[in-house]
């Protein structure tokens, strides 16, 4: 079992583009979120997807959009970029079981420069 | 909402010596889960060990152990007998059952000395 994969690794984008990040979630987990984690800080929810519908989300502008597609897998984008978007984005999957708990696994994470 | 702080934004500690990373958290939930995970430089999360917040009796893992005071809000993780491999960040979390959704503190750094 590969995990959760996450593309690509390190990515560096302008002021104003847009960007597109990708997250294969763990065998058998059909929940994927995603985390903003700037640089010495601890990562901050952005949302969350489930049965292809955005689940929860956290306090990120409209700009920051997802997607999950029927094989659960998962895109992040984010438009208009910023310099303060400069982050590491990681996606964690589970396997949604109510309130049994599961253990969320986390990919290697991408890395994002604007400048 | 939920808040998780971690004070100890660095530690340091010799090899094969105890030493332990603080963490609190404020939340209204009854029914939540508490985690603490390593972050070493590879960036990947993994989960060190988890608290069931119903659950009295403190979560033990090999040398990882919690100290969880549910009516102080504090959960504290305990490193016995050291290693160099214990080296990276260390994030307190919360999650709410049912939710798969984490709340994280902003981590200490944990570095042990040869």
Partial sequence: ?115 | AQTVTQSQPEMSVQEAETVTLSCTYDTSENNYYLFWYKQPPSRQMILVIRQEAYKQQNATENRFSVNFQKAAKSFSLKISDSQLGDTAMYFCAFSTTGTYKYIFGTGTRLKVLA
């Fill in chain 1, 1 to 115: 079992d590969a995990g959760v994969t996450q593309s690509p690794t390190h990515l560096i984008k302008t002021r104003g583009q847009q960007v597109t990040l990708r997250c294969s979630p763990k065998s058998g987990h059909d929940t994927v979120s995603w985390y903003q984690q700037a640089l010495g800080q601890g990562p901050q929810f952005i949302f969350q997807y489930y049965e292809e519908e955005e689940r929860q989300r956290g306090n990120f502008p409209d700009r920051f959009s997802g997607h999950q597609f029927p094989n659960y897998s998962s895109e992040l984008n984010v438009n208009a970029l910023l310099l303060g978007d400069s982050a590491l984005y990681l996606c964690a999957s589970s396997e949604d079981r109510g309130r049994t708990y599961t253990e969320a696994f986390f990919g290697q994470g991408t890395r994002l420069t604007v400048v």
